[in-house]
């Protein structure tokens, strides 16, 4: 018999009413016990327990998960749950002289000024120190969250300060003049000579280096630090500049004579992309220092220390809540210094209690209720205005999480009164930071833990990509004194107008300005092109009346009308092919039709390449990135690994849409990787948590856990069966792969541990016969295995050829006597391995702008697929030897990551960044014969006048 549920304390308050009415829901649904809820919800019995205890308010996720498994209405309880958290209010705000006093900095980095009350960090502060010392190079690498930030400045600086002379700098989207702004005041030049000195020539700032410290002895250099490297990437849009500040950072340190020392704050899952710039590879490889998780004894320096320096105490309890809730945790001190300094708003006397820590709530729901409450207490239209601000401070994550960014207050209109009464609310509730010319959210941490925001972001994910392009836009056209040049036009513009006319979040002043003069430049354009074909016409009636006179002249005028349209029309045609795919996204049944008549105008190898990428099917997007994609035994049912945390199985049998069978929720930020057994029963899945669950789907409809693998070191980027289905492999951010028998689950049984490559791998690959195994990794090698007898696996030969870069895919062909690798240098390569211990380097697949993710071999061998930079690519390998590029599939809008074939090699699935996997029939013949069945509104002649200005009109479809 269930043992009874613990009775609700005595009271009224917000949170005991809501526990006594799900209790109620609970009733009504039968009680079912806890056990069965949790089966129900995928959480465990005790966090479901704890929901309706009744002494803190659950997280979003978890009552919502509560709430379905009983039966209730999401929405409902959704409103409901926000409205309780807005009745616990905060307590009064604090004067700017008690901020100071108190003894926690909440969600912001730790500054220079606050050492004296940052603790817990003092062996990693002389580490970094000793790095420094010894080296001209130092990279600290952490996860969001982990503290860098704090590190450098509160650590570091201090640490380092009586020595040398130091400038910290982050790069903003201009890192080269933030670095010119940053060293002008020691400098002693003006800051728009600096500006304009090392933009023009990067390689100066070694030289202006040495004249800062030129009054300082020999041994003293000059330390830069750039704290939030990874802006390089989330906010730098120019690839050309991006390039130029890390050449100016790493040559002048390592310049003969240098007197710069540079440290670099990066986020772990920007690494990668460092790796793509050679030259930042190299100094890396010198000197760098990884933060991990604070130690239980750290925690509680940081937790007591700044306390008893106040002259407060924190209860025994408290202590050994917070570290138990934060014990192993990445990504966890901002959360833990926002709970501990609204206890400590919440204190009693001068005790920060366990009954305060719960009432501001805990390490999980501390931010999301600061957050929540502040934005409740705006008004309606205020809360309009907060949420456009929110999409400006929040730069969307390409393959990584999501970033803030730091905004010029000119972008935010706060010459509207309303607008500048929310940024100041905001900023009263530590939400956002401001200095005079920006404004940006305090941490990361926010736009992970508010489900508000994480809703918002996640509701239209490809219109606020739009709207942050057409914000860069403006900026660079006013950059310019407004020149026609830099106005959008043909299908950036379409897109732009479109979403301009549907978006909830309005347009700056600024931004409208800049899209109505686009409008009106495309219009003018348009109207000229219009005038020179009357023109055209009428000299063509003009010659073909002179043909009564001369017959040769006239023949000459046809030839010329002749080819001047061929040429009109093929122009016409290329645009209109190049934006058709996008179209697609809001306008199926136009944009089948837009590049129909495209590739009719003009039959060249870039409107079929267009027209195969419209008429590719895209699956339901999913509200994040897309890693991984694989086709169960029978090619019937496709699964779908995303950042969103959740694995998806798809029905793929229909004509055009796949129909969602189920969801498999996970509880990592991010599954990067599935794969299905051979038999089409278990599917595994790899995850940013360090797990790889494997799930029973043999009804796809309701899959069921069948069991776990243990101990994973890293986060896991790659699984993969062997042909029996008795092993799986599995590749970690650890560098290493393992081999689990998993022919006895629940319980898998490691059988060996692969250690030679000696940075992350991302994919892992068995032979058809299941005596080999290949390996891809970050330490750019692919490595081949014989694992004939998987408890004794030994290394067989080691694949370099990809030019120094990172190998992320590999694939053997069905008669294991080939292997395809992809990798960073843009290219993928084939293998000959019939001698696995000395393979032989066959070809060398080029045409790819940006690096390699995914490779498959078709099931036949005769073809193969590669996906990199924003296409997917079939090449025909016949020989292999000499392969031919055969189709370039354009669907997707960003970068393409997975490719896999079905198992009769009639389908293709990609999957990518844009949030979306497209499988693409590849007869494509046959998709170009067929392609008006499923056209149901033909094209409008409005339509086709905004499309193909001076063109008859002729629908390629009649019939729809």
């Known amino acids: 018999m269930a043992r009874a549920e613990r009775p609700l304390d005595a009271g009224d308050g917000p949170l005991l009413l809501w526990a006594a009415d799900l209790r109620k829901l609970r009733a009504q649904a039968g009680t079912p016990s806890y056990r069965e809820l949790a089966r129900r919800a995928h959480y465990s019995t005790a966090a479901l327990s704890e929901a309706a205890g009744g002494r803190k308010l659950p997280s979003l996720q978890v009552a919502m998960a509560y709430v379905r498994a009983c039966g209730g209405d999401v929405e409902v309880w959704e409103q409901r749950w926000r409205d309780v958290t807005a009745e616990l209010a905060l307590p009064a705000p604090l004067s700017a002289e008690q901020e100071r006093a108190a003894p926690y900095v909440g969600l912001s980095a730790f500054q220079a000024e606050d050492c004296d009350r940052f603790f817990g960090r003092e062996q990693l502060v002389e580490q970094v120190r000793a790095q420094v010392s010894g080296t001209r190079f130092v990279a600290v690498v952490g996860a969001s969250g982990a503290g860098k930030t704090s590190l450098l400045r509160a650590g570091l600086l201090p640490a380092i300060t009586p020595r040398w002379p130091v400038v910290v700098m982050t790069p903003g989207a201009h890192p080269l003049e933030e670095c010119a702004l940053a060293l002008a005041p020691m400098a002693g030049q003006t800051a728009t000579r600096l500006v304009a000195e090392v933009c023009a020539e990067p390689r100066a700032l070694h030289r202006i280096v040495r004249q800062v410290v030129a009054e300082h002895p020999p041994q003293v250099d000059l330390v830069l630090v750039v704290d939030q490297f990874e802006e390089i990437f989330t906010l730098c849009p120019d690839a050309a500049e991006r390039g130029r500040f890390i050449g100016a950072l790493t040559s002048a340190a390592d310049a003969h004579g240098s007197r710069l020392r540079v440290v670099l704050g990066v986020r772990a899952d920007f690494y990668g992309h460092c790796s793509r710039y050679p030259q930042l590879v190299h100094v890396l490889q010198q000197a760098q220092v990884v933060i991990g998780p604070m130690s239980t004894p750290e925690l509680r320096e940081v937790i007591t220390r700044p306390a008893t320096n106040a002259g407060c105490s924190v209860e025994s309890a408290l202590q050994a809540t917070l570290c138990s809730e934060a014990d192993g945790r990445t990504g966890v001190l901002p959360l833990v210094s926002h709970a ?12 920060l209690t366990l009954a305060g820590y719960h009432e501001a709530g805990g390490i999980s729901g501390a931010v999301a209720r600061t957050a929540e409450a502040a934005y409740t207490a705006l008004t309606e239209t205020q809360r309009q205005w907060a ?15 999501d970033t803030k960014r730091r905004v010029d207050r000119a972008e935010l209109d706060l010459e509207h009164p309303e607008a500048a009464a929310v940024l100041e609310k905001l900023a009263q509730a530590r939400l956002v930071t401001m200095d005079r010319d920006s404004v940006e959210i305090v941490h990361e941490a926010l ?6 925001l994480t809703e918002w972001l996640a509701d239209d994910r490809e219109g606020l990509r739009v709207h942050r392009q057409l914000t860069d836009a403006t900026a660079v056209w006013e950059g310019l004194d407004r020149d026609d040049g830099a106005l959008y036009r043909g299908a950036r513009l379409t897109i732009a107008r479109d979403w301009a006319d549907t978006a909830r979040a309005g347009l700056t002043p600024r931004e409208q300005a800049f899209l109505d003069a686009s409008l009106a430049a495309e219009a003018g354009e348009r109207a000229a092109a219009q005038r020179r074909t009357r023109r055209l016409r009428h000299l063509v009636a003009l010659l073909a009346v002179l043909f009564l006179f001369a017959s040769a002249a006239t023949a000459f005028a046809v030839h010329t009308q002749t080819e001047i349209t061929q040429q009109r029309n093929a122009a016409i045609a290329q645009n209109v092919a190049a934006h058709a795919p996008e179209v697609y996204r809001t306008n199926q049944d ?44 029978d090619g019937r049912i496709l699964a779908t690994a995303s950042g969103d945390s959740t694995v998806r199985l798809w029905d793929v049998t229909g004509p055009r849409i796949p129909a969602e069978l189920a969801t498999i929720p996970n509880t990592s930020n991010t599954v990067f990787g599935v794969g299905f057994s051979p038999d089409g029963r278990i599917l595994a899945t790899a995850n940013e948590d360090h797990a ?19 101990g994973m070191d890293g986060t896991v980027y790659g699984v993969a069966f062997s042909p029996d289905g008795r092993v799986l492999t599995t590749a970690s951010f650890a560098g290493t792969v393992r081999l689990w028998d998993i022919s006895a689950l629940p319980r898998p049984t490691e059988l060996a541990t692969l250690t030679n490559h000696t940075n992350l791998v991302y994919s892992v690959a ?18 081949v295995w014989n694992i004939t007898d998987p408890r004794q696996p030994s290394e067989l030969a080691t694949l370099t050829a990809h030019s120094g870069s990172a190998v992320y895919g590999v694939a053997f062909s069905p008669d294991g006597r080939s292997l395809a690798t992809a990798g960073n240098d843009n290219t993928a390569r084939l293998w000959d391995v019939t001698d696995s211990r000395n393979p032989i380097e066959l070809a060398t697949l080029t045409g790819h702008t940006s690096g390699l993710f995914g490779v498959a071999f078709s099931p036949d061998g005769r073809t193969l697929a590669t996906s990199g930079g924003t296409t997917a690519r079939i090449w025909n390998i016949t020989d292999r030897r000499r392969p031919t590029e055969q189709t370039v599939l354009t669907g997707h809008i960003t970068g393409v990551w997975s490719v896999a074939f079905s198992p009769d090699g009639r389908t293709l699935a990609t999957s990518g960044w844009d949030r979306t996997a497209r499988i693409t029939p590849t007869d494509t013949d046959e998709l170009i014969s067929h392609a008006c069945d499923h056209v149901r509104t033909r094209i409008t002649p409005a339509e086709w006048n905004e499309h193909f200005p001076g063109v008859d009109y002729d629908p390629p479809c009649p019939s729809g």
Do not use: C
């Open 692 to 710: 790889v669950r494997l799930w029973d789907v043999t009804d796809p409809r309701r899959p069921k856990e069948a069991g776990a693998v243990p």
């Open 590 to 633: 136009l944009a089948t039709q837009l590049a129909l008549t495209a590739h009719r105008m003009a039959p060249t190898t870039a409107t079929r390449d267009s027209l195969i990428g419209t008429l590719s099917t895209t699956l339901i997007s999913q509200p994040a990135e897309i890693y991984s994609v694989d086709f169960d035994r």
């Open 447 to 452: 736009i992970r833990h508010w489900p508000r």
């Open 766 to 783: 068995f032979s058809p016969d299941g005596r080999t195994l290949a390996t891809a990794s970050e330490d750019h090698t692919a490595r």
């Open 387 to 401: 949420r456009q601000l929110f999409f400006r401070l929040v730069a969307l994550g390409e393959g990584t999480e």
């Open 340 to 351: 501990l300094f609204e206890t400590w708003r919440r204190r009693r006397g001068n005790a």
